[in-house]
T-cell receptor, first 113, second 114 residues
Framework: KAGVTQTPRYLIKTRGQQVTLSCSPI?????VSWYQQTPGQGLQFLFEYFSETQRNKGNFPGRFSGRQFSNSRSEMNVSTLELGDSALYLC????????????FGPGTRLLVL | AQSVTQPDIHITVSEGASLELRCNYSYGATPYLFWYVQSPGQGLQLLLK??????LVQGIKGFEAEFKRSQSSFNLRKPSVHWSDAAEYFC????????????FGTGTSLTVIP
């Protein structure tokens, strides 16, 4: 089976812009979670989607949003980018439940200038 | 509240030496426990997991971990470290009953000296 894929792998944006990141889960996996990883804050949970519905949400501002499509692919969007949004954004998929084994993609490295 | 603690921010070991990375968790029920490894700029790779049963679990790359309920610990071990094991290691708890989320520790960075 193919693993979790994320596109693009690298992005450079400027403050105020918006960005959309994409994640394709492992085939058959229906739960997709997103994480932000920074050197200072470590791994922080953004949100989890299951069956096109947001099932859990972390403590991030409303500028961070996401969605999931009927084929379980997921996108996350960050509007009005700030310098502090520079991070590695990781997507993980699991079969049904987010507390089961999560399999991670390689991440999208976002740099905000 | 659920939490995962990795008390060692950074560990340095010589190649061939044994390794133990510590992980303590706080969770009301029997947790689902995981260890992941991350190479620089990469995603997280699952090393091993514990759901139930035998408290000593074997993983990939020669790693093993032992669940000790009395100590709320899930320490990762390897008898002989290779230079390629240098990476960041994360312990995680899958919280089935509360919040339905995954909780990660802050990670332990491993340096291997030739």
């Amino acid at each position: 089976k193919a693993g979790v894929t994320q596109t693009p792998r690298y992005l450079i944006k400027t403050r105020g812009q918006q960005v959309t990141l994409s994640c394709s889960p492992i085939s058959g996996h229906r739960s997709v979670s997103w994480y932000q990883q920074t050197p200072g804050q470590g791994l922080q949970f953004l949100f989890e989607y299951f069956s096109e519905t947001q099932r859990n949400k972390g403590n991030f501002p409303g500028r961070f949003s996401g969605r999931q499509f009927s084929n379980s692919r997921s996108e996350m969007n960050v509007s009005t980018l700030e310098l502090g949004d520079s991070a590695l954004y990781l997507c993980a998929s699991s079969l049904e439940r987010s507390w089961e084994t999560q399999y991670f993609g390689p991440g999208t490295r976002l740099l905000v200038l | 509240a659920q939490s995962v603690t990795q008390p060692d921010i950074h560990i340095t070991v010589s190649e061939g030496a044994s390794l133990e990375l510590r992980c303590n968790y706080s969770y009301g029920a029997t947790p689902y426990l995981f260890w992941y490894v991350q190479s620089p700029g990469q995603g997280l790779q699952l090393l091993l997991k514990y759901f139930s049963g035998d408290t000593l679990v074997q993983g990939i790359k020669g790693f093993e971990a032992e669940f000790k309920r009395s100590q709320s610990s899930f320490n990762l071990r390897k008898p002989s470290v290779h230079w390629s094991d240098a990476a960041e290691y994360f312990c995680a708890v899958g919280a089935k009953n509360t919040g339905n989320q995954f909780y990660f520790g802050t990670g332990t960075s491993l340096t291997v000296i030739p």
